[in-house]
Every structure is written in C-alpha cells, then in structure tokens.
C-alpha cells in the first residue's frame, strides 16, 4: 500500500528531503531508515505526504476536504495517514520533532474545517472533519 503507484527515481527522492527542512538532519536520517525497512512506505513518502498536509491545510478552503491523497478504495495510504505511520514509527526524539511540524497544519486544518456528525468514528480524525 504505497502513496504512489510508480517506484521514485533517485532524483525524486532527494528532492523530497526538501520537503523536510523543517526537522533536523537526524530526523531525516531517521525517516529515510524508516521509508526503506516499513513495506507500506516507499523512499520520499513522509516528506512528500507532510508537503501535501501542509499544503492542504494552507491551500483554498473549497480544497480542504477534496482530496487527501489516498484512493477511495483503500488501495493507497492517504497524505496524514503516512505522518501518522511516521509519527508511530520513528524514534522518539524523532517523532517528536517531527510531530511540532505536522501539529501546526493539523491546527490550522482543525480551524478551518468543522466536526461532521454523520461522519463514521470509526474513521481516522481528518476524515471526521467538514
């Protein structure tokens, strides 16, 4: 259950670190660790999810809700759902720091969109949202 279809090219994933200067060098030593050893992840996915979230939490409000990045069928892992992952398998130290980062879209995802009270509980929290 990879977030992209196609295998990314050396190229692909060094341009994805950019995508994590928020976080120190460790951190993201840690996550390329992390990307090669968990089979649900491919090289690039966290710091290419944690552009996407950011960019959703700040984008247009019409497009808050329209797409997360995960295939409706469940084939695809979607962009927060990759950061969850991350933030459940790295180190502490890392997954904190990697955690400040991911909070500040979370909070401002949080301000901007409403709980849906038809929404299923049992559904990850950003999918909860209106």
Known sequence: MALRAAEPSRRQVHG?????????????????????????????????????????????????????GGCPCGCTLDYREVLDIALRSLPGRAARELRRVIEEADDRFLGRTLANPWADPRAPWWEQRL
């Not at 996550?31 to 939490?57: C, H, K, M, S, T």
Request: hydrophobic letters at 40%; aromatic letters at 6%.
């Open 16 to 68: 994805s670190r950019k995508h994590l200067q928020r976080v120190s060098g460790k951190v993201v030593a840690d996550i390329v660790r992390l990307e090669r050893q968990d089979n649900r992840l491919r090289p690039g996915d966290i710091g290419y999810a944690l552009q996407r979230w950011i960019g959703i939490a700040r984008g247009p409000a019409r497009q808050l809700l329209d797409d997360f």
